[in-house]
């Protein structure tokens, strides 16, 4: 973990000569996921989560990361995974994600991301990666950036942008909302 | 403050304009007022002054035009009528267009073809030339030119109405080759001599005349529209051997009354500069005047003493100059009161003080842990210092409404004539103040209400007279302040919304089933559905059945709500309630089921202890019984389904919270008291959230949501079944 954290201040160049990226890997309900590493903002221990009333499962609360209010989505929750238990392990990824699809230069709104484990840095080369299958798969193909070929065995790369679209957050959470003023239809 | 001259200049110009725009509106009534003509003459010059230091020389040349025209206006050589507003207002939008052209383009010095022609029409049109016989303005245009002349004229009788000339030439006059007689003569080239005295009281008994000297002086009449400094101009050659006294005819003298009256009083000149400036004086005569008064020191006689001595100038032009002078004064050192700052640094003299104030809480919550005395005083002390100063930041952020108002006066204006309806605009409650940043969101949402009303709303004449109602529609404007929020309305005597109508759409569009029951107030509220228009035809302003909801979504951002009523053939009211900052409010915590909320404190009327057997349950609704009045409430845990392991607590509180006229209870586990509440935003991936304004970080480090009661209210009165609510998590 520390070892983590200080090789992402020390902002070593993530790429290297051979085209290969680097990706931080972490654990949710069992599975091993992992994200581009220059989407990765910042790694903290849960902390205080102070929930949010009528918003879907998947939106586990918000945060005070040195003054500002971050949203952190569960993303066991948000895989359909179920909702993650919190352990000593658990940790927030902070990652950053365009606030807006359509205005590809629009703002960026930081969100965190629970995960039950943080795990370690890989690198994987371009040739090692391979397109997401059409079915198979047991989340969202949508969510899927590639497959990573590591050790004999592949890990999914996630699509920072789609598991955490805000968008999509702020649509589902209006049908929640919706869902949530009408009970009897629950 | 803005360092860079251009962005000044922007600035200045938008200023400028929007002073020119209303005073133009304004003029529509009282074409004559001299301030307003005033202001269009200073935009138009100001702007032509500060556009030639930079360069900018299509704007000179365009504003140059038409501050020639503006100042045909001002001295009355023409008079204004409604086509020319409307081509003055058109002058105005140009200008801007200029500007922007200008500052976008590459070359200042030069814009589009298009739009220099598009100048060339205005300009085309707003002096138009006049056509071969010079006689024909005169007859074509009674009340202007022609008839000034006219009437000056005829007052030729008037023994006292032109200018008094006294020449008093030196004995060397002759000798230097000076011949009164062709000054005389040259005179005549600029007006009428009307009358002439030769005072001969300095010939000398003829032993002692020299034929040689010239010992004549002349007294004369002399008619002319020229100033003053022309005819000063006449005897240039002779002012060394001559002197020269010009008093203006008492015409002039109201002239430069009314002159002095317009000059602004944004600078303050001199006496002498003041009287220049107007025509009343020339250089020269301030300059002699002023030597005289140094040469005679002694006796410190003032300037205007010593003007009004010298037969330069009448004593009433002098005191009513020194009168302007001193209101001058006053209004300069007014003007110095006010810094011109950067939005920007206010927004983050704001945030910083947000975060002073959420430090101060942090600082309490240490210091009560110690318990110590002495340290409770001072952080007292300091909270209170720190309540000061967040109330003086939000209070400079702080604009009056009435700007944004006296804008539509423009839209209501152009789209009333295009509509063919006759529309007043009445504006009330102007000095109405609101957060700047609210105040620019709100542009957009009563631009289009605005419009509306002017469209769907008011009828036509003929039909507003078939109804019995006066031809002349009204919309109203009004602001107001109302416990802790602003009520901004827009109010029209037009025809009204149809309650069928709305419904029979929404129900073919689906957003409403046809066996549901509305009330008349819940069936206004679906025309902020979203792809709800009642104007079966689409026009250019309004109808196309995209707005409303944006309306409200735009309301909505700014935790905002907005309400809809009409009466059919009476009008509609859209009234808007607003928060009055956007920043930091004073908030009421208390704790529900281990979480902490905030309440806005302008909106709680108060706290009372309650049993659990107080509150009824009358059918599907609940209501507490508060001293004999029957209170409907929800009990926050339950309604935001918070599943706490904690039992239900013997003793409850009910904070009760207004909401618009009427009052709802919240049932909370505990109070915590008053707080300073700086507002955090919850981010996109909440803006759907209801009930829930935002977030605001608290002394321990925790967050606590400020809680939406309007909304909250609203989703209570909509479903009355808050305990059937599950909770997830």
């Known amino acids: 973990m520390k070892d983590l954290t200080t090789r992402l201040a020390s902002g070593e160049p993530a790429s290297g000569d051979d085209g290969a990226s680097q990706y931080l890997t972490f654990r949710v309900a069992d599975e091993r996921y992992a994200i581009d590493i220059l989407d990765v903002k910042e790694i903290i221990e849960v902390g205080r989560l102070t929930r949010v009333p009528m918003t879907p499962d998947h939106i586990r609360g918000v945060i005070n990361l040195r003054g500002r209010v971050v949203a952190v989505v569960d993303l066991g929750a948000r895989l359909g995974k179920g909702v993650s238990t919190l352990t000593k392990r658990s940790s927030i990824v902070l990652v950053e994600v365009a606030s807006n699809e359509v205005e590809a230069n629009g703002e960026q709104q930081l969100l965190g991301m629970l995960v039950d484990e943080v795990n370690e840095i890989l690198e994987i080369a371009a040739d090692h990666l391979q397109p997401a299958p059409d079915f198979g798969t047991e989340i969202r193909t949508d969510f899927i950036h590639a497959m990573g070929e590591v050790d004999e065995g592949f890990i999914i790369l996630l699509d920072v942008n789609h598991v955490l679209s805000v968008d999509e957050l702020a649509r589902l959470g209006e049908m929640a909302a919706a869902a949530t003023e009408r009970p009897a239809e629950v | ?729």
Not at chain 2, 74 to 93: K, Y
Not at chain 2, 488 to 509: H, S, T, Y
Request: net charge negative; glycine share 8%.
């Open chain 2, 1 to 729: 403050m803005t360092n860079d001259p251009r962005e000044a200049f922007v600035q200045e110009v938008d200023e400028l304009l929007e002073a020119m725009e209303s005073a133009l509106l304004s003029l529509e009534e009282t074409p004559e007022d001299p301030e307003l003509l005033h202001t269009l003459f200073r935009a138009m010059h100001t702007i032509k002054g500060t556009a030639g230091v930079f360069g900018f020389d299509p704007i000179v040349d365009f504003t140059h035009r038409v501050e020639g025209v503006v100042d045909g206006l001002r001295s009355g050589e023409r008079a204004l009528d409604e086509p020319l507003i409307a081509i003055l207002l058109s002058c105005r939008d140009h200008t801007l267009a200029l500007v922007q052209a200008v500052l976008e383009g590459e070359d200042p010095s030069q814009v589009s073809a298009d739009l220099l022609g598009r100048g060339q029409q205005l300009l085309d049109r707003l002096c138009p030339e006049p056509v071969g016989d010079l006689t024909a303005p005169v007859a074509s245009a009674p009340d202007g030119y022609g008839a000034a002349k006219v009437e000056k004229l005829a007052g030729r009788e008037a023994a006292d109405d032109y200018w008094i000339i006294s020449l008093g030439f030196g004995p060397d006059a002759l000798r230097n080759g000076m011949d009164p007689l062709s000054f005389l003569r040259y005179l005549g080239s600029l007006g009428e001599i009307v009358d002439i005295a030769t005072r001969t009281d300095r010939l000398p008994p003829l032993a002692d005349f020299d034929p040689e000297s010239c010992y004549l002086s002349f007294q004369i009449g002399f008619q002319s529209d020229a100033d003053k400094a022309t005819i000063e101009g006449v005897f240039q050659f002779a002012e060394d051997d001559c002197e020269i006294d010009i008093l203006p005819p008492r015409s002039k003298i109201e002239e430069y009354l009314a002159l002095l009256d317009d000059l602004p009083e944004a600078q303050v000149q001199r006496l002498g500069e003041i009287l220049v400036k107007i025509g009343a004086l020339t250089e020269k005569e301030v300059a002699q005047a002023l030597a005289a008064q140094a040469a005679d020191q002694a006796s410190a006689r003032p300037l205007g003493e010593i003007l009004v001595g010298r037969h330069d100038i009448q004593r009433s032009i002098v005191e009513q100059a020194l009168d302007k002078q001193e209101k001058s004064k006053s209004r300069v050192a007014q003007e110095g009161r006010y810094i011109r700052v950067d939005a920007l640094r206010l927004g983050q003299l704001i945030t910083q003080v947000g975060e002073l104030v959420i430090n101060t809480a942090a600082m309490r919550v240490a210091v009560q842990r110690r318990d110590t005395d002495d340290l409770q005083e001072v952080v007292e002390r300091v909270e209170a210092l720190v309540g000061d100063i967040r109330d003086n930041a939000l209070q400079l952020r702080m604009v009056q409404i009435g700007e944004t108002f006296s804008r539509f006066r423009r839209v209501v204006r152009d789209v009333s004539k295009e509509l063919g309806k006759e529309i007043d605009l009445v504006v009330t409650g102007g000095e109405t103040e609101l957060d700047k940043t609210v105040v620019e969101k709100l542009n957009d949402p009563l631009t289009h209400l605005v419009r509306n009303a002017m469209d769907h709303g008011i009828e036509t004449p003929q039909e507003r007279l078939a109804c019995g109602k006066p031809a002349k529609g009204t919309l109203q404007l009004n602001a107001y302040h109302d416990s802790g929020r602003i009520l901004v309305e827009i109010r029209d005597d037009g025809a009204g919304l149809d309650p069928q109508r709305i419904r029979a759409k929404a129900e073919a569009r689906g957003l409403v089933e046809p066996e549901r029951n509305l009330t008349p107030q819940e069936t206004f509220r679906l025309i902020f559905e979203p792809g709800l228009s009642t104007k079966d035809e689409a026009s250019s302003l309004s109808g196309r059945g995209v707005g409303m909801d944006v309306v409200r979504r735009n309301i909505e951002a700014l935790r905002g709500s907005i309400e809809l009523d009409s009466q059919p053939g009476q009008g509609t009211k859209v009234s808007i309630s607003l928060p009055l900052t956007l920043a930091i409010i004073d908030g009421f915590l208390v704790g529900a089921g281990g979480e902490q909320y905030v309440i806005p404190l302008a909106q709680v009327a108060e706290c009372v202890e309650i049993g659990r057997e107080q509150a009824l349950t009358h059918g599907d609704r609940h209501h507490v019984n508060l001293r004999g009045e029957v209170l409907p409430y929800l009990r926050l845990k339950e309604f935001f389904g918070i599943r706490s392991g904690a039992a239900r607590k013997l003793r409850e509180s009910l904070v009760v919270v207004r909401v618009g006229h009427a009052k709802v209870g919240l049932i909370v586990d505990e109070l915590h008291g008053e707080l300073q509440t700086v507002i955090k935003p919850l981010g996109r991936v909440f803006e759907n959230l209801k009930g829930v304004a935002g977030a605001t970080v608290l002394g321990t480090g925790d967050i606590a949501l400020i809680l939406d009661v309007q909304q909250l209210t609203a989703l209570l009165q909509a479903h009355p079944q808050p305990q059937a609510v599950s909770g997830r998590h």
